[in-house]
């Protein structure tokens, strides 16, 4: 089974602009988490989407969306990039029951010049 | 509100040394404990797993035990490789209406030496 897939791996935008990050789970798995990871604050949980519904979300502003599609793809966007935006961004998928298993993707790596 | 907390870091060893990394919990309920490791310029990869009270985890020779009487899930290996060298997280996914939430701790660095 393919992995966990992140587009694009690295981005580079400069203070204002937005930005959109993609992320195909793998097959057959509906659940799909968003994190950002920061030397400072360490792994920290965005959202999570499960069947195209948004199912919790993190302490993070309005400026930090994403939604799912019918294919368990999911996109998130930042709007207003700020440079303490500059992260990784992890995304995880998961059947969307039992355990709480994920398996994570390679990230994409965003810096907010 | 869950919280993990994983022993200061960084920690360094010589090849074939005992490991631990200390890792506790607070969660209401019975949360899932995970142990996720993450190599230079990649994403996490699970390393194990425990689900319930009592339960062991283990993979590539490293284990950890569910305690619930300590809120405890420390990771051990009985002889480290360099290979090993890399960033270990110890996780909790509360379940219930947080299903999809993964609450990790700060991460600890190892590096281990020839």
């Known amino acids: 089974k393919a992995g966990v897939t992140q587009t694009p791996r690295y981005l580079i935008k400069t203070r204002g602009q937005q930005v959109t990050l993609s992320c195909s789970p793998i097959?057959?798995?509906?659940?799909v988490s968003w994190y950002q990871q920061t030397p400072g604050q360490g792994l920290q949980f965005l959202f999570e989407y499960f069947s195209e519904t948004q199912r919790n979300k993190g302490n993070f502003p309005g400026r930090f969306s994403g939604r799912q599609f019918s294919n368990s793809r999911s996109e998130m966007n930042v709007s207003t990039l700020e440079l303490g935006d500059s992260a990784l961004y992890l995304c995880a998928s998961s059947l969307g029951w039992g355990n709480g298993e994920q398996f994570f993707g390679p990230g994409t790596r965003l810096t907010v010049l | 509100g869950d919280s993990v907390t994983q022993m200061e870091g960084p920690v360094t060893l010589s090849e074939e040394a005992f490991l631990t990394i200390n890792c506790t919990y607070t969660a209401t309920g019975y949360p899932s404990l995970f142990w996720y490791v993450q190599y230079p310029g990649e994403g996490l990869q699970l390393l194990l797993k425990a689900t319930k009270a009592d339960d062991k985890g283990s993979n590539k020779g490293f284990e950890a035990t569910y305690r619930k009487e300590t809120t405890s899930f420390h990771l051990e290996k009985g002889s480290v490789q360099v290979s090993d060298s890399a960033v270990y997280f110890c996780a909790l996914n509360p379940g219930g209406t947080s299903y999809g939430k993964l609450t990790f701790g700060q991460g600890t660095i190892l590096t281990v030496h020839p």
């Open positions: 097959s057959g798995h509906r659940s």
